[in-house]
């Protein structure tokens, strides 16, 4: 029996006749098996905590985005594909915008307007990203009960239809049900966009000719981005929004979403070397709050 074992069954199985070492052991033990009880429920919350804001916030945005500061400034995809495949092994690259814009609900006319960000994508592209797949309802009422690999063959074909051209100057977007609910829309119905008004037009913004028909939701279970986020189609974006800013910002995704801050440091330093006014930032760097 080793030495340290022994010492502890002494006195953990006292032979005085009083029992107050016994009791004292036993109080000692309690409190030391509380107290590590008590840790291990926080460290499991926390890494918890910490595991669903990753899946979600690396899931629902590129690891390492490129914007570029002047025209021209950003490299194509196919000058980039090379060095990226050799330095970092990406699992996608894809063009996107961003464009700020207020959106009103199909019934509730000027009354019901928020403010949103529309993040147009690359469809086929984005299809490729699982983590992006597990965020997407179609609206169906068994959603949650079919297999995970028949939901995730249905997301995938549901993200595609954002790429189908429904008319004109009719674009199909993707929203969270929460948003959908402040707007007031259901599947299959419209959104107007609205343009703020030019000198002499008064005060109120005023609906533009484009709708976006509201064909499934995203939903990542951050509220600050669920609230906000309006995803569409990057080719549909001239037709919808003509005074959009033409696609300017290149997003990647890493195999491992935990190194992108290495990753955006090395395309910084590149970025740099070739003279490029690019601004280089990872998903880590825009979430740090």
Avoid: C
């Avoid at 990753?54 to 196919?78: C, D, I, K, N, Y």
């Avoid at 674009?171 to 030019?198: D, I, M, N, T, Y």
């Avoid at 499934?216 to 990057?234: H, K, N, P, R, S």
């Amino acid at each position: 029996m080793r030495f340290e074992f022994a010492i502890s069954l002494r006195y953990f199985r006292s032979r005085r006749g009083g029992g107050a070492l016994s009791f004292i052991t036993w109080i000692a033990i309690g409190g030391v098996s509380l107290g590590v009880a008590a840790l291990v429920v926080a460290m499991s919350v926390m890494n918890g905590y910490q595991t669903n804001l990753v899946r979600a916030m690396a899931g629902a945005l590129p690891h390492v985005s490129l914007h570029a500061l002047l025209p021209g400034a950003l490299p194509s995809q196919e000058q980039l594909a090379p060095r990226l495949e050799a330095n970092l092994h990406p699992e996608s690259v894809s063009s996107y915008i961003l464009h700020e814009t207020l959106l009103a609900g199909p019934q509730t006319g000027l009354g019901g307007v928020q403010g949103v960000l529309v993040r147009a994508i690359e469809p086929v592209a984005e299809s490729r990203v699982a983590g992006l797949l597990a965020f997407l309802d179609d609206g169906s009422a068994d959603w949650r009960e079919l297999p995970p690999a028949t939901r995730q063959a249905r997301a995938r074909e549901l993200l595609l239809r954002l790429g189908n051209r429904l008319g004109p100057e009719v674009a199909p977007v993707l929203l969270s049900r929460s948003l959908a609910g402040k707007l007031g829309a259901r599947l299959g119905e419209q959104l107007v966009p609205l343009r703020f008004p030019r000198e002499g037009e008064g005060f109120s913004p005023h609906p533009t000719a484009a709708r976006l028909e509201l064909i499934g939701y995203l939903t990542t279970g951050i509220e600050a981005f669920d609230e906000l986020v309006v995803l569409m189609d990057v080719a549909q974006v001239p037709a919808i929004f003509p005074r959009a800013e033409a696609p300017r910002s290149l997003g990647m995704r890493l195999r491992d979403p935990l190194q992108a801050s290495q990753a955006a440091e090395w395309l910084r330093a590149e970025m740099e070397r070739e003279g490029r006014s690019v601004f280089v930032y990872s998903w880590l760097e825009s979430n740090r709050g």
